[in-house]
């Protein structure tokens, strides 16, 4: 979730899209063992994707303080979508696509208030 990068580059209106609701929180992965195995000539790789639930956690609780605070404006699902990352089948593609922009228009006039358009 690049906030940080787009605030570093001095922007100040930000939007996030996340896939997730807000009361979500990453468990860590039961696939250490196969990281390590396959990622074997990348230890740093490994180790990152063995921490990746706390990057993760930290950075929704960064958002969730920062859009508290009115410095960034959050689209969200309003729970689960029942998903997975490489979903492939074009039906459930579009599902979450027309729930992710009902969400968008439930929130478009505050979206343009946070924009000032």
């Known amino acids: 979730i690049p906030y940080e990068y787009v605030e570093s580059l001095g922007y100040d209106k930000n939007v996030a899209i996340l ?3 807000y009361d979500y929180v990453k468990k860590k992965s039961s696939a250490k063992i196969i990281y ?3 990622l074997k000539k ?3 790789i490994a180790k990152k994707m063995d921490e990746r639930h706390i990057t993760y956690n930290n950075m929704t609780r960064d958002i969730k303080e920062k ?3 009115g410095t960034l404006f ?3 699902p309003p729970e689960a979508l029942g998903i997975h990352r490489t979903e492939k089948n074009p039906d459930e593609l579009e599902r979450v696509y027309q729930i992710g922009r009902s969400e968008a228009l439930k929130h478009l006039d505050e979206l343009k208030d946070y924009l000032e358009i």
Do not use: S
């Open 42 to 44: 990348y230890p740093h």
């Open 19 to 21: 896939t997730q609701p």
């Open 74 to 76: 959050v689209i969200r």
């Open 36 to 38: 390590d195995i396959a």
């Open 67 to 69: 859009e508290k605070a």
